[in-house]
């Protein structure tokens, strides 16, 4: 289509190629959705047509195609810029843009519990502070967390949500373990315990996590590519095995439910005297744990950051960069690249435990059904779309992907067109696929595929991400 | 004769099999001291593979190779180590080094044997100055506490950054390349990045810089300003340099010592001037009758 041939088609050949597309599509419709087997009362098999849909479907796919044509009609008709930035290159940030971004979005989500009450008020605000800010926040994290691994030491890892769930589940099990709990009653008090479990439990869930990507790290060390996206994946999947079939421990797919609610630095979010409304003297209401949830994961997530990016000026960080780049070469200036694959393993790993620890400590239930490879492969593809490397890039891919799904759950005035059953969630991974293809078409490096240097001479300028590789496992 | 009076890395009976190939067959050589020792030799002679053997990324099937940091090693103190199961030893000032026994990275930060690569490697995606300062890594990390105390921003980790700065701003001076030290080093022109990639490995503070073919693909005013360069590093750090070359101009203008290599066997070995004139050396690089070549090996032609 984008040929040399800059000859204009006009509105009758877009609508002549449009009414061919069309054709197409209800050729493509006629067998997939026009006929639906279902029962009718008395158990028999009947074929029941959507004509209604069909035709939807077809009629959208002649507007968007007539639509399509007409604005590369139009494209064409316009003279030629002298400069095209090659599309290639990504997105082109300046370090200021890019500060200026950044200030303005953490001022932004500061205030974001704030804004959310005043503009929807108590009873809405918990859906936009809770579904929409702490759930994006995680993979934010997520996100973070593995674009350490995959990003800047160029591992690909297709089984991060293994160590979310080790996370989740140490924390789970630690928190609600009635040995420890006792332990600690005859150690330092009964009140101990129930009041700082959450803040004693994170860090021990992120180590453990971080333990366990050095577990993963060991036996892989030696593959590279596509063989160690294949073990990373069945690690993920033993993980999760082992949460459904070690029942004793952690009760199956039924999971732990009654995980302790995290405190505010040891006052409990509840209606009790000694409970945090109580102790500050407003009156109680669940918004008071949410808003602080919200601003944990906040938290939890700009450490997540700043250690990154503190990591990516210390030697190691660079290594995992050099890595990324070309193993040989590391080693031949005797870079032990053992150590710094795993180091790369481990604090990605260990920033998952730390979001799996404050997941479990959010939904006060978890199972192995929140660990799928689904999950591995949402974070991954987070990471894929905001551009390898990018911290800003992640984020913007959580938002869009995670919102996106979330904002998903509020078009329930699609019903009106599609009927009463269709469910606008149902779609999602049909729209994560578009999306992906979407940006592997315009932007084959991510969103943001710039990367910027750890430290200058004269001046910083972004590395353009055609140069920097992607690494190779 | 430094290769055999004051040698920095001895090299005894390294033979590499893959297989049923012999690539090296039992080749032994010093490099002395101080000097610009070249490997030179058809194509598929083995000269990359004794390299990759000298710097770990192959595992010799058998041989011996001894680096010996100061002064000459002594061949008890060799002999003891030989038999030990370490891969080196102190002995006061000096450290005798078994490299055959050593992965490659260990080769390089312990026993300071720096390299380059026949196809340059450099990481493209980082900057000049970035790369100089990754071949920097291990004084860095020592530096920045094993990353512990680097993550609270000790003053100490700052300074080390700058020293290694200042160094690595040294090494762009000498290669003209301070105006693109914060350019991608995959954005470098040919030439630049040959230059860098040689640079890069002395970041590393080697005694030993071994260079695979590092004029290949340079012009001729290139390659000569390449040989000023390895005769400036030999000359002011005092870094023995083993180099494989093509380029006939390059090798007898600057090395001391010259080893022949043909089809994994040693075939001359000696000053530029006593390889130049050996018939065997003409023979294996020219090409010539079946009867002379004959001839040679009974020793009859001169």
């Known amino acids: ?473 | 004769m430094r290769w055999e009076t004051a040698p920095l890395l001895e090299i005894e009976h390294l033979t590499m099999r893959f297989g049923g190939l012999v690539a090296v067959n039992d080749v032994s050589f010093g490099a002395g001291r101080g000097d610009i020792t070249a490997i030179i030799g058809p194509n598929g002679a083995g000269k990359t593979t004794v390299f990759n053997c000298i710097t770990g990324f192959y595992k010799p099937t058998s041989g011996r190779m001894v680096m010996s940091h100061a002064g000459n090693a002594d061949a008890e103190q060799v002999a003891a180590l030989t038999r030990s199961d370490a891969r080196f030893v102190r002995h006061g000032a000096n450290t005798l080094f078994l490299l055959e026994r050593m992965p490659d990275y260990e080769i390089a930060a312990k026993a300071r044997v720096a390299r380059t690569f026949q196809n340059i490697r450099l990481f493209t995606g980082m900057t000049t100055l970035e790369n100089l300062i990754v071949a920097q890594h291990n004084t860095l990390m020592s530096a920045s506490g094993w990353t512990v105390l680097g993550l609270i921003g000790l003053p100490r980790y700052a300074r080390a950054e700058q020293a290694a700065i200042e160094r690595a701003r040294y090494w762009l001076d000498l290669i003209g390349l301070t105006a693109r030290a914060d350019d991608p080093a995959g954005s470098l022109p040919y030439g630049d990045q040959r230059r860098l990639e040689i640079v890069r490995a002395m970041c590393s503070d080697p005694l030993l810089l071994c260079l695979d073919e590092p004029a290949a693909g340079l012009n001729p005013r290139e390659s000569a300003e390449l040989g000023k360069l390895l005769k400036t590093i030999q000359r002011e750090h005092g870094t023995s340099i083993l180099l494989i070359e093509h380029d006939m101009s390059v090798v007898m203008e600057i090395s001391d010592h010259v080893i022949v290599l043909e089809y994994g066997i040693k075939i001359s070995d000696g000053s530029p001037e006593h390889v130049r004139n050996d018939p065997k050396v003409i023979a294996a690089y020219l090409g010539v009758e079946d009867e002379e070549v004959a001839a040679v090996e009974r020793g009859e032609l001169p």
């Open chain 1, 1 to 473: 289509m984008a040929g040399a041939t800059h000859q204009r088609i006009g509105i009758l050949g877009a609508a002549r190629d449009a009414v061919k597309t069309a054709l197409l599509a209800l050729g493509l419709s006629v067998p997939i959705v026009l006929l639906r087997t279902d029962q009718d009362f008395s158990n028999q098999l009947i074929l029941e047509p959507r004509v209604g849909l069909t035709l939807s479907l077809v009629a959208i796919a002649f507007v968007a195609r007539f639509v399509w044509l007409l604005i590369a009609d139009w494209h064409k008709s316009r003279p030629a810029r002298a400069t095209r930035v090659p599309i290639l290159a990504g997105m082109s940030v300046s370090p200021e843009a890019a500060r200026r971004f950044a200030v303005g979005g953490l001022i932004f989500l500061f205030a974001y519990p704030a804004l959310a009450l005043a503009l929807v008020g108590p009873a809405g605000s918990i859906k936009w502070i809770d579904n929409f800010g702490i759930q994006i926040l995680i993979y934010v994290m997520l996100g973070w967390g593995l674009n350490i691994v995959v990003g800047l030491a160029g591992l690909l890892d297709l089984g991060y949500v293994a160590f979310y769930a080790v996370g989740a589940y140490s924390y789970a099990l630690l928190a609600s373990n009635d040995v420890v709990k006792d332990f600690m009653a005859e150690l330092i008090g009964p009140a101990f315990w129930p009041a700082w479990a959450f803040w004693i439990c994170l860090p021990v869930a992120g180590i453990l996590a971080a333990f366990w990507g050095i577990i993963l790290g060991f036996p892989v060390l030696r593959l590279r590519g596509d063989y160690l996206a294949i073990v990373t994946l069945a690690f993920g999947e033993i993980i999760r095995m082992v949460l459904i079939n070690w029942v004793d421990v952690t009760g199956g797919y039924a999971g732990i439910s009654g995980i302790p609610r995290p405190s505010f630095f040891g006052l409990p979010f509840t209606a009790s005297d000694t409970g945090f409304a109580a102790t500050f003297g407003i009156e109680f209401t669940p918004l008071h744990r949410t808003i602080f949830l919200f601003y944990l994961i906040l938290v939890l997530a700009l450490l997540t950051n700043a250690v990154t990016l503190r990591l990516r000026r210390l030697p190691v960080g660079r290594a995992w960069e050099a890595l990324r780049e070309d193993e040989i070469a590391c080693r031949s200036l005797g870079i032990n690249t053992t150590n710094t694959k795993l180091t790369a393993f481990a604090i990605g790993a260990g920033f998952g435990g730390f979001a799996g620890a404050f997941f479990a400590a959010r939904q006060n239930f978890i199972s192995p059904e929140s660990f799928t490879f689904l999950e591995s492969a949402v974070i991954l593809a987070i990471v894929v779309l905001g551009g390898m490397g990018s911290q800003i890039g992640v984020a913007i891919a959580a938002i869009a992907m995670i919102g996106g799904t979330e904002l998903l759950r509020e078009l329930d005035w699609l019903k009106h067109i599609f009927g009463a059953d269709f469910d606008p969630t149902q779609y999602r991974m049909l729209l994560f696929g578009l999306a992906m293809v979407m940006i592997m078409i315009w932007r084959p490096r991510g969103l943001i595929a710039n990367r910027q240097p750890t430290l200058f001479l004269t001046s910083r300028r972004a590395i353009s991400g055609d140069l920097v590789k992607e690494g190779h496992g």
